[in-house]
C-alpha cells in the first residue's frame, strides 16, 4: 500500500494554473507518494481546452523544470467515471505503478470519483486501483484487475 498526499487543495491557487511552451493554459496537481522509506513527487498536468493543440511533454519541459528537483511530470490524456489515462516519459516508466496510485488519489479527491477501483492507464500499463481516504489521509494500493 502506498500513502498518498495530495499538494494540490481542491481550490486552485495561482499556482496551481501554469502554460506549457505554446502558452496554451494548463492546470497542475501535485501529489507526493510515500512508499516505505521513499518520497517521490509528481505533477499532473490536465488542458483547460483540450480541444486545442495537444500537450506534449516537450512542451512542458520550462514548466517542469520550476517544480522541485525529481518531480515526474504526467499529463492526464482521458479523465472519465472509474478511469483514467495518463502519459509519462518513457525513461519514468520504471515508477508506472507509483504514477497509477497517485493519479487514482487525484482522480478520487478532485474528481469526486466514488468507483470502487479506478482503472488507470499509465503509457501503455493498465492498473486497477483502489483509492480511499480516512482519518489518515489517502491510500492506494494496486488490485487484481478482475476485482473490477
Known sequence: ???VRLVTAAALGPNDLVSDASGRPLQVCRVVIEKEESVRRIAFFVAVF???AEVTLRSLAAVLAKEPLG???AIVRESAEG???VEIDREEESGALGVAAAAAVMHAALSW???RLIRV????HSF???ARYSDQGWTARETASDAI
Open 113 to 115: 470519483d466514488e468507483s
Open 128 to 130: 486497477a486501483i483502489a
Open 121 to 124: 492507464s499509465v503509457n501503455e
Open 71 to 73: 518531480t515526474t511530470g
Open 1 to 3: 500500500m502506498m500513502f
Open 50 to 52: 483540450p480541444e486545442e
Open 83 to 85: 478511469r483514467l489515462g
